[in-house]
């Protein structure tokens, strides 16, 4: 079994600030973490994930995530907002099982981001 | 381009009726997803499909059903018995690489009940 908890709904940041969302998951298998970003009426785009390589995971637009295994967490972060972060952030959990039934979401993380 | 095709994007039901909203795929990818998508409740898996001809119910199966006669396509009815339909509504294929499932995505439909 597995299970992702992301553990804000919303955050807040303005523009030129650090952003973290936070993402913590359980799993019985060695897990694939991933992050997907949505834009308001749009599908899933994928901003990074973590196969069991490095623990520090770059992606795109400057975010980057840790793969920390003692605290089982994968959070995402970014130096510097800007406006065009603001989206809906979805954790994604993935077993090795390799059963196309083995992909678990988070409830997501509205990040807004203010002038 | 490579990529997972939704249609229509915005899509309008009377209640009663049942639709079918379209997803195509050319990636090649055996796996296919239909989830919905409601306010502060993230996605939740309806169905899923490993290969052509066979699928399997996700976790809010009732009401709703698709088909998989090709690798590319998996529809979904929505049907008069969906108590409540009006959502958005995104396909997802996959592949299995290195160890690991990754999804991709359509742009969605938006479903509303009118």
């Known amino acids: 079994a597995q299970s992702v908890t992301q553990l804000d709904s919303h955050v807040s940041v303005s523009e030129g600030t650090p952003v973290l969302l936070r993402c913590n998951y359980s799993?019985?298998?060695?897990?694939?973490l991933f992050w997907y970003v949505q834009h308001p009426n749009k599908g899933l785009q994928l901003l990074l994930k973590y196969t069991s390589a490095a623990t520090l995971v770059k992606g795109i637009n400057g975010f980057e995530a840790e793969f920390k295994k003692s605290e089982t967490s994968f959070h995402l972060t970014k130096p510097s907002a800007h406006m065009s972060d603001a989206a809906e952030y979805f954790c994604v959990v993935s077993s090795s099982s390799g059963s196309a039934r083995q992909l678990t979401f988070g409830s997501g993380t509205q990040l807004t981001v203010l002038p | 381009d490579g990529g997972i095709t939704q249609s229509p994007k915005y899509l309008f039901r009377k209640e009663g009726q049942n639709v079918t909203l379209s997803c195509e795929q050319n990636l090649n990818h055996d796996a296919m997803y239909w989830y919905r998508q409601d306010p502060g409740q993230g996605l939740r898996l309806i169905y899923y499909s490993q290969i052509v001809n066979d699928f399997q119910k996700g976790d809010i199966a009732e009401g709703y059903s698709v088909s998989r006669e090709k690798k590319e396509s998996f529809p979904l009815t929505v049907t008069s018995a969906q108590k409540n339909p009006t959502a958005f509504y995104l396909c997802?294929?996959?592949?299995?690489?290195?160890?690991?499932?990754?999804?991709?995505f359509g742009q969605g439909t938006r479903l509303t009940v009118v």
């Open positions: 799993s019985s298998y060695s897990p694939s």
């Open positions: 997802a294929s996959s592949i299995f690489r290195m160890g690991t499932t990754e999804a991709f």
